[in-house]
C-alpha cells in the first residue's frame, strides 16, 4: 500500500534509474490494454483523459488496441498535455480523438477512466466534475487506471474494477471495486534505495510562512567537545531549520555558540550535562518541535543518567547520537531516530531490524547505510570515503533532526538526511578530494536542496 507522493517518488527514482516515465508509461498501457482485451473482450472503449500522466497511461493504452474499436476522450485541449510522454503517446494515436461531451460516452462499451491520477489536491472542478458526474450515471462499466479519477475527494468515479500501478493506493482498503494490481517495470532499487525521487518528500515551505514555522529544534550538545554541537546546530540551519536552539555546558558553549551565530541558546552549568538540568530542559523541549540530544556530550555516568532520565521523559520527537545511544539501547523510544555507526550498533543488540522496531528508525551508517523502522528497510548509497572524518556524523544527526522538526516521520527524515549528507559529501569529494572536512560537507546541503528541489 502506497501512497500519491510514494507513487511520484518511485517515478522519480525509476527514471534516475535509467527507466524513463515514458517506459513506465508504456508499460501501464500495455497491462491496461491486456486486462481490457481479457476482460471484455471484443469490447469498444472510450478513454476518457486528462492532461497529465494518468491521461497519457490511457494513451498509451489505446494504442495496443485495435483503433477502430477505440475513441479517445480529451477533457480539455491536447495543447494542455501537460507531460512530454504523455504528448508522445498522444501524437501517434490512431483511434478516433474527439472533445469530452457527454454524447461520447455512448460510443463505447465500456468507459476507461483516465482523467485524474494521484497527483489531485483540493476539490475537483469542471471539466474533470461534469465527466465524473456523467459516467456515474450512465449505467455502463467503468475501468479507472491507477486510482478513481477524484480519489479521496468528495466527487469520484465508481468504477467496477481499477487498474493500479505497481502496488494498491493508500485508501482503497475496503474498497468497493475490483483492484487489479499491474507491474509496470520500476526497478528494485527505485524503492529499496533512497534517490533523487525522495526529495519530493522534503516539506518545502508554503510562501506565506513566518519563522519558526517550518522547524524548531532544541540541540541538547556539548561539555567536553565543543566541536559537534557546533557542527550540528549549523547541519541543522543549512537543512532548512528556521530556528536552532542550543543547550550546551558553560564549558563549551561559548566556542560552539561563535561559530554559529544564527543559533540561540542556554548556557548550562558547568562542563558537562548533569541531572540538574533535565527538569529545565524537558520543560524547554515543549516549545520545539523536534529535539536532538547527543553530539559531543561524553560518556561521564552523570551525563549518561541525565540523559537517560531526559529521553525517557521527553514527549517530542528526537534524534539521538553518539554516547547517548548507549543509553537508549535498554529502552523502548517509538519517537527516536538512532544514528549509531557500527561500533555504537552493537551495544543495541540484534539484527537491525529487530533493534529498528523498538524505535521510530534506525539509521545504521556505513559504506550503505541502512535505514529501518522495523518493518521498512532501505539503504542509501551517496556518501564516500572521504567522509571518514571526524564531524561528520554530528552533520548527519543535525541534517536528520532538522527534517524532523520539519515535521517528517522518523523513517523518511532518517533517509532523506542520509541522502543528501551523503550527496552532499559527494560534492564536497569532487572538490576537496581526501582533504575533505565536516565543514565542507555542511556547505553543500544548500547545493543538494537547490537542485533536488527544482
Known amino acids: 500500500m502506497i501512497t500519491p507522493l510514494e507513487s511520484r517518488v518511485l517515478d522519480a527514482n525509476s527514471e534516475a534509474l535509467g527507466v524513463s516515465v515514458k517506459e513506465l508509461m508504456g508499460n501501464a498501457g500495455a497491462a491496461v490494454a491486456a486486462f481490457l482485451e481479457e476482460n471484455y473482450p471484443g469490447k469498444s472503449y472510450v478513454f476518457v483523459c486528462g492532461t497529465g500522466n494518468n491521461g497519457g497511461d490511457g494513451f498509451a493504452a489505446a494504442l495496443k488496441l485495435d483503433p477502430s474499436r477505440c475513441t479517445v476522450a480529451l477533457l480539455k485541449k491536447a495543447s494542455n498535455i501537460r507531460t512530454d510522454a504523455a504528448r508522445d503517446y498522444y501524437s501517434v494515436l490512431e483511434c478516433d480523438i ?7 460516452l455512448s460510443r463505447g462499451d465500456v468507459i476507461v477512466d483516465c482523467a485524474l491520477g494521484t497527483g489531485i489536491s ?21 475501468v479507472s487506471l491507477d486510482v478513481p479519477s477524484g480519489f479521496g475527494t468528495t466527487a469520484a468515479i465508481e468504477p467496477g474494477e481499477v487498474v493500479t500501478f505497481h502496488d494498491r493506493k493508500e485508501g482503497m482498503e475496503g474498497a468497493p471495486y475490483r483492484v487489479i494490481v499491474a507491474g509496470i517495470g520500476i526497478p528494485e532499487d527505485a524503492w529499496r534505495a533512497v534517490g533523487p525521487g525522495d526529495m519530493l518528500r522534503y516539506p518545502v515551505p508554503d510562501s506565506g510562512s513566518h519563522k519558526g514555522a517550518n522547524g524548531r529544534l532544541l540541540a541538547i550538545c556539548g561539555g567536553p567537545y565543543f566541536g559537534a554541537p557546533a557542527l550540528a546546530c549549523r547541519a541543522a540551519m543549512r537543512a532548512g531549520a528556521d530556528l536552532v536552539h542550543l543547550c550546551c555546558p558553560q564549558s563549551a558553549f561559548s566556542i560552539a555558540a561563535s561559530a554559529c551565530p544564527e543559533i540561540t541558546g542556554t548556557m548550562l552549568p558547568g562542563t558537562r550535562l548533569t541531572a540538574e538540568s533535565v527538569d529545565m530542559l524537558l520543560e524547554l523541549s515543549e516549545r520545539y518541535d523536534a529535539v536532538l540530544v547527543g553530539p559531543g556530550l561524553g560518556s561521564a555516568v552523570d551525563t549518561l543518567e541525565a540523559v537517560r532520565q531526559f529521553i525517557s521523559r521527553c514527549r517530542k520527537p528526537m534524534v539521538i547520537d553518539a554516547d547517548a545511544i548507549a543509553v537508549a539501547a535498554s529502552m523502548e523510544l517509538p519517537n527516536a531516530i538512532l544514528t549509531p555507526h557500527a561500533g555504537e550498533f552493537k551495544a543495541l543488540e540484534g539484527p537491525l531490524e529487530a533493534v529498528a522496531g523498538r524505535y521510530g528508525a534506525v539509521l545504521l551508517k556505513g559504506k550503505e547505510d541502512r535505514i529501518s523502522d522495523g518493518s521498512r528497510t532501505r539503504v542509501n548509497r551517496t556518501g564516500n570515503a572521504g567522509m571518514t572524518c571526524g564531524g561528520t556524523g554530528d552533520v548527519l544527526a543535525g541534517c536528520a533532526a532538522a527534517l524532523l522538526s520539519k515535521g517528517m516521520c522518523q523513517f523518511d527524515a532518517a533517509c532523506l538526511a542520509a541522502y543528501i549528507c551523503g550527496s552532499a559529501g559527494d560534492r564536497a569529494f569532487a572538490d576537496k578530494s581526501y582533504g575533505l572536512i565536516a565543514s565542507d560537507v555542511i556547505e553543500e546541503i544548500p547545493h543538494v536542496l537547490r537542485d533536488g528541489l527544482r
Open 122 to 142: 483540493g476539490e475537483v472542478k469542471d471539466p474533470y466534475l461534469t465527466f465524473i458526474n456523467d459516467a456515474n450515471s450512465c449505467g455502463k462499466p467503468i
Open 98 to 104: 474527439v472533445q469530452y461531451s457527454k454524447e461520447v
